[in-house]
């Protein structure tokens, strides 16, 4: 039997594959990459049986659209999206997120774009056909590193899949609540003394709006100046995602998952790990206002985090 | 030794060796890297996902699923270093092409420091530098220390887009863009040499921490007609 494939009609903005991200390279320069919205991915696999980190696909602001083509497939797309399947027959059917698809050789699916959001994902019972690089599906397109040569895809190209036949296709929902939190909860950076009482003030109380320049690798923020009182530049020394530094201009970058594994802007706060997924979701345009927590918070918040995942996935099952 | 350990947010510990930058602290550094590899390599702690040496850093990242800050407070507290140093230390020529079009902050550099482009390349090429470590993408390696005259500041806004093979110096420091990438170093020439091999996956990096590193000039042409 002739393999199982979806071509790409349509290639989107940035698609590409991930999955829970690289780990152990940060030494040599390669960072973790993975799905940006961690909890949506997770579930974007747990809808189609999979295992959680299988690789999906991510896809930013306009999706892609793609064809099946031999075989018929299990599949489903998580985020706040809006798409389309076009059966064989033409016939076309509004596509709802958080809910399990079957498609047969010749449907289309056309992921026409995020609604008040930025990242979806696509997920495919048994996982694309692929390799690991250095231990993961991730594509890092900055560093060139992972599946399709660590470039995203492109119109034509071919995503294989692993299983070509669903014998049985039981249908899945869950009603996802989505929490359009404008309130992002930091801890205090390492470099947090390095501002002016002027700049904790701002930075703290007032708006920053998302600028364009955000991809997978950070998110520049405009806002009120924030005053560097020691030194704009600090030794480069290791970043870890969510860090938020501030370049001599004053204005505030958020680091994403595709960050540098070096860098030498101050830091003036990190984003808690379960607000995470929320800030990387906020489209350019969008307000923030940030919040100071305590380390202990930022620990029981992310139980929380990921309970709620968890209550998600078990509501799969 | 660690003079400081404080939370980098709630999933990464930052180790602080101190504000001086020497090859010395920097080995001191990299002693606790291999020490703490070589724990999580065999097993021996959990939940930590990743080890990032600096200058005069450590920063280690972990799983808050499976671990916790004070967990890995504790394991690092408790590291028995012994000494250490960088073993098969190398020496390595990498060529730079410092025309206009490739120098990109060479006019603006000579203009801030007083000292004619010319100069300012001559001061580069001149000494040998050492590799404190690798970072950013794809294995951009840290060098230093670079001569007093030419240091400067980062650019006040960071560049979009600094070209693949971009050499750039700030404060003591001279490094090599490995990929196409945002970066805010001071560039001031390309080199067409492969400093990152993707392809091999057990060491693709040309320059290791401890490696020592000169930089030799080269014609457009010879650039334009690099092979290797």
Redesign the interface.
Known sequence: MSETYLEVLRSGINTTIQDKGR??????????SGAMDQSKFKISNALVSNDLNEGAIEFAYQGPCLKLVNGNINIAITGDINFKILRKNLAEEEGKCFKNYFLEDGDQIDIISTKKSVFGYFAVEGGFKTDKV?NSFSINT????GPNN?EKFSLGQKIYINKSNIEKFSQKEIDYKFLNEKIIRV?K??NYNYFSVNALDNFFNEEYTISN?SDR?GMRLEGPKLENIIN??I??????K??IQV???G?PIILFSDH??????P?IA????ADYDKVVQLPPGSKIKFKEVS?IN??NY?KDH?NNIEKYIREIK | MIKNI???????I?CDFG?D?NEKINLNVVSY?NHLKEL?KNNKVTGI???????????V?FD??NT??NEVKEIIENLQIKSDSHQNSKKIKIPICCDQEYALDLISLSNKLKISENEILEIHLSKEYFCY????????P?LGDIDKKIRV??????R?RVPKGSVGI??Q?CNIY?????G?WNIIGNTPKKI?N?LN?DN??LISPGDKVSFYKITKKEYLNWYE
């Open positions: 780990h152990h390279l940060y030494h040599i320069g390669i960072t973790v250095w900055k560093a060139r590193v660590g801890i950076g390492t320049l690798m704009t530049n030794k480069s020394e290791g970043l870890v969510g860090v370049p001599a201009d204005k540098g594994t070096i860098g030498g802007y830091k990190v984003v808690i790990s380390l930022a620990e992310f990921i | 404080s939370n980098l947010g709630d999933a990464a930052y504000q930058v890297f999580v996902t990743n080890i990032t040496p600096s200058y005069n850093k450590l920063i990242s808050l699923k916790n800050y470590m690798n970072g950013f993408i794809a294995g951009m840290f500041n980062r650019l006040e806004t960071p979009v700030t404060e420091f490995t990929y196409e990438s945002p805010g990152f993707k996956f693709p990096l």
